[in-house]
């Protein structure tokens, strides 16, 4: 056997034991492309399972078919997989309509239909061993990605996090039961090749990854080479050296962040999230950027959005000092993100339009966007026993034609005479004095009967509508807000 192939593979077994990437029990599975970084990954991860028993392994593969040869690359895969005897899970779709909705262009789509389909294939694979303590999944990239990720986000602006580059094992973003391995860190681009050629391992060359229309490429083709000219090889070894550097401070802020981040969060609801403003603005500028950040990526997800937020760091610094001074308007933190100060709390949130109506038959319930859920109950009057208990409102089903309500939100000009109040009031004040924020006042739910405002659940019903000593039936709305799921920051 070539020397080279066996020196690769002792350093590859000695990384994994070193950092525990694959141990005893996992559930593997090497995410292959067909290059040769993902090939050499997958025969030097095959060569590890059979010297370490208990290791389950699958490839998977995905083809976007955007390129002519892109199924002959997925033939490519499956005939190696053969060769290797490795069970190969794969998929095909045409990626072309998600990359045109796509916002951020071909590759960042591309890379979150392939997570999309890993995660699947991940947790399907968990399924059908119960026992597997952990799956994760195997990717190839090796030091040539790491140098690449590091320059570009430099170029970008990113800070220490940023700077990090890609760690040898972390969750899968929006699947933290699921790792992400990079056992090829530590090996060139070249040394992969070699290793393919030694092992008499076909590997594919994709195109794209030489078209200098990505900033990627060029810094692949361009910077990365004239940086070594100019400063020899010892400039690789001193950019990652600090990219190191990095993730030890990065690790050290995350634990603050993580402390800072508990303490601060107030409350949450889908698409938003409010934070303690004394706390929020008691730590230094790193941690408050941290909390933003952090708290968009809660808020994303509340909103079942894929990928991340794309916040801008101009954004957040500007609204991070319009907030500090107490400004009380709403401030710009990027796409579809936007905080406010109010009362004592910093609320962030997602900025939409709420514009919607439902018919409601009354027994039936209906699930509110962004509020939760609300549901409609007839009960003989003696049972509407007042005052209604928390969250509950009872209103007269009597006098309601039909037995049939609109539910929408809310609309400028919406008045009602609230039980207990001799004039009418506007819905937006009566919301303000129950301290709902003022972001989330046009999202809430009005009840509508024969054209008039029955309610506004769950604090306020009409003085129209109210339960008498003449009531039969009587009807009640029980809002049930939407519960958030409130995971810590992870690095």
């Known amino acids: 056997m070539n020397d080279i192939s066996e020196h690769i593979f002792d350093q590859f077994s000695r990384l994994c034991l070193k950092h525990n990437l694959i141990c005893a029990g996992d559930c593997i599975i090497v995410a292959v492309s067909g290059g040769a970084d993902s090939t050499a990954a997958l025969d030097l991860t095959r060569r590890f399972c ?8 699958r490839a998977a ?30 998929k095909e779709r045409s990626a072309k309509d998600d990359i045109a909705r796509s916002r951020d262009g071909l590759h960042a789509a591309g890379r979150r239909m392939r997570y999309r389909f890993l995660i699947a294939a991940a947790r399907e694979f968990k399924t059908s ?64 090749v070699e290793y393919c050629r030694a092992r008499g391992l076909k590997f594919v060359e994709d195109a794209s990854n030489l078209d200098e229309r990505y900033p990627r490429t060029r810094i692949r083709q361009k910077l990365l080479p004239q940086i070594e000219r100019l400063f020899g090889a010892a400039a690789r070894v001193g950019i990652l050296r600090s990219a190191e550097l990095f993730r030890q401070t990065a690790s050290e802020i995350e634990r603050q962040m993580q402390n800072s981040w508990l303490k601060t969060l107030k409350s949450s609801w889908p698409g938003t999230i409010s934070l303690d403003f004394a706390r929020y603005n008691s730590y230094n500028s790193i941690i408050r950027l941290g909390i933003l950040q952090t708290a968009a990526r809660q808020v994303w997800r509340s909103a079942e959005y894929e990928g991340s937020p794309r916040l801008s760091y101009v954004h957040c610094r500007t609204a991070d000092e319009a907030i500090r001074r107490g400004f009380k308007g709403i401030c710009q933190l990027g796409e579809r993100l936007a905080i406010q100060l109010w009362r004592d709390a910093v609320y962030l949130f997602i900025e939409y339009n709420p514009a919607w109506e439902f018919s409601l038959a ?8 962004f509020v939760g859920r609300l549901e409609t109950i007839i009960l003989p009057s003696e049972q509407c026993i007042l005052p209604p208990p928390l969250g509950m409102l009872f209103i007269n089903a009597d006098i309601v034609n039909a037995g049939r309500f609109i539910v929408r939100s809310a609309r400028p000009g919406d008045r009602l005479k609230p039980l207990g ?5 506007s819905a937006f004040d009566l919301w303000r004095d129950m301290a709902v924020p003022p972001h989330r006042r046009k999202s809430m739910p009005v009840v509508e009967a024969d054209g008039e405002i029955a309610a506004l659940p769950p604090f306020r019903i009409s003085n129209d509508f109210r339960i008498t000593t003449a009531t039969r039936r009587g009807l009640a709305l029980r809002l049930i807000p939407a519960v958030v799921d409130i995971v810590m920051p992870s690095s």
């Open 50 to 57: 059979l010297e370490h028993s208990g290791i389950r392994l």
């Open 61 to 90: 593969h995905y083809n976007h078919k955007l390129r002519p040869e892109a199924d002959a690359e997925a033939d490519y895969v499956a005939d190696l997989c053969r060769k290797l005897g490795v069970e190969l899970v794969c």
């Open 129 to 192: 061993v119960p026992e597997c303590p952990v799956v994760k999944i195997v990717l190839g990239h090796q030091q040539d990605d790491q140098l690449e990720t590091v320059l570009m986000r430099l170029l970008q602006g990113c800070g220490v996090g940023g700077l990090s580059g890609m760690l040898p094992v972390a969750p899968c973003p929006g699947a933290a039961d699921i790792m992400l391995v990079r056992p090829a860190l530590d090996f060139r681009r070249s040394e992969l």
């Open 362 to 369: 009354a027994g039936c319930a209906v699930e509110i966007p």
């Open 421 to 425: 109040l001799p004039h009418y009031c």
